[in-house]
Nanobody, 119 residues
Framework: QVQLVESGGGLVQAGGSLRLSCAASGIIFEINAMGWYRQAPGKQRELVAVITNSGITNYIDSVKGRFTISGDNAKNTVDLQMNNLKPEDTAVYYC?????????????WGQGTQVIVSS
């Protein structure tokens, strides 16, 4: 049974920091990448940051220089260090694991963790 367990969300004042963590277990396919998405009220889910199994990272423009993603391939974990948080970062953050299934790609999702940034 696949499980993605997230932790680290919460309430923080603008300018503060939070660290999100995600641990994946039970995945039998090759992991291609792990990342974090977020969804604010009334908005579509968007990719925040991703790290591939070779260590390549990519960030949405609005978080560049403030957020850092890191991963551990051996432990199937991914963290997101969020600094200088802004009220517009408020959202539910979801851990994502992208796997290779034959010639196709599949996705696993965490249950989401709430991040609220007060002004």
């Amino acid at each position: 049974q696949v499980q993605l367990v997230e932790s680290g969300g919460g309430l923080v004042q603008a300018g503060g920091s939070l660290r999100l963590s995600c641990a994946a277990s039970g995945i039998i396919f090759e992991i291609n990448a792990m990342g974090w998405y977020r969804q604010a009220p009334g908005k579509q889910r968007e990719l925040v940051a991703v790290i591939t199994n070779s260590g390549i990272t990519n960030y949405i423009d609005s978080v560049k220089g403030r957020f850092t993603i890191s991963g551990d391939n051996a432990k199937n974990t991914v963290d997101l260090q969020m600094n200088n948080l802004k009220p517009e970062d408020t959202a539910v953050y979801y851990c994502n694991v992208r796997v290779r299934v034959g010639l196709s790609m599949g996705n696993y999702w965490g249950q989401g963790t709430q991040v609220i940034v007060s002004s």
